[in-house]
């Protein structure tokens, strides 16, 4: 028995494998590494101490103790989470209306080209520029206000439509939307139309079957949409700090201002923490789903 052709298939499978693997651990592995091991450090006003101590970590969750008050790093991460929920159900809800659209009412593979691209258009320019282009809109003597203060509608400018929640969670909807529409799509464009048309035959009206037969085989592309934007919020403090005008409170943006100030290992351990919880959270879609299938 020839057993030589297996281990040299088993050989050459690993040398192909090898420059990705390399890849990911020199732009992946190690800085995640670093970033652990800088979180552990110790600093002053001048210089990293190189040590192994939890003070970091310790003066993240100082005065947690408390179950009556939640400390500051609860009082973020909640702000955090409430602004990813938020938007995970908006571009859920928007993201599954698009891909529905284009999976099945457009018909002409050329036409679902052309609108596909068309969803693309904002990703043509920065995120920052994308963002600006809200204030002219809704600041206080932006469009939004003039013209209903012109039908009489309002009698004094409306303050929360920017620099609120309200506009850094429609900056988000317009920034990840699309990452929502394009596993979904895709998700969608594998679906067996048989199915559908079996589903019409048994006498299913439309709603039973988008929510019996559609949604089911759509969820893969529901999950990895939904990591993609759950994840991307979690760490995101441009976004917050524009529309928010700098007074929202996101982990982002605290790791932003403690590395601005030079506190590198406390940054370091904002950060170890909160690739752990978003880690978490995509344990815990994984589980939903075998995401596999539609890699």
């Given at each position: ?204 009206s439309g709603w039973q079957t988008l929510w019996n037969v559609i949604v089911p085989l759509s969820k893969t592309g529901i999950i990895i949409g939904s990591i993609f ?25 605290i790791i932003q201002v403690q590395t601005s100030y030079l506190q590198f290992p406390l940054a370091a351990a904002n950060a170890v923490i909160l690739l752990t919880v978003v880690l978490m959270i995509i344990w815990g879609l994984t589980r939903l789903v075998d995401i596999r299938k539609e890699?």
């Open positions: 028995m020839n057993t030589a052709a297996p281990t040299q298939q088993g050989i050459a499978a690993w040398w192909q494998a090898l420059p990705l693997t390399a890849v990911f651990a020199l732009f992946f592995i190690v800085p995640l590494g670093l970033i652990a091991m800088v979180s552990l450090w110790n600093f002053n006003d001048y210089e990293l101490l190189p040590a192994f101590s939890p003070r970091n970590y310790l003066t993240v969750f100082e005065g947690c103790g408390n179950l009556a008050e939640p400390c500051v790093t609860f009082k973020t991460y909640l702000s955090t989470l409430k602004f990813s929920l938020l938007v995970w159900a908006i571009t859920l809800v928007l993201g599954f209306a698009v891909a529905y659209f284009l999976a099945f009412h457009v018909r002409s593979s050329s036409m679902q080209t052309l609108l596909f691209v068309l969803c693309t258009v904002p990703f043509w320019t920065s995120n920052v520029i994308r963002m600006i282009s809200w204030v002219p809109l809704l600041g206080r003597n932006g469009l939004v206000n003039q013209t209903l203060q012109d039908l009489h509608l309002i009698d004094t400018p409306i303050e929360w439509l920017l620099f609120s929640d309200f506009s850094v969670v429609l900056a988000f909807v317009h920034l990840y939307t699309m990452f929502m529409i394009v596993p979904i799509f895709n998700s969608m464009m594998r679906i067996d139309r048989s199915l559908i048309e079996a589903a019409a035959d048994s006498g299913a934007v759950i994840t991307i919020v979690m760490g995101d403090f441009v976004t917050i700090g524009v529309m928010g005008g700098q007074q929202i409170a996101s982990v982002g943006k890699l």
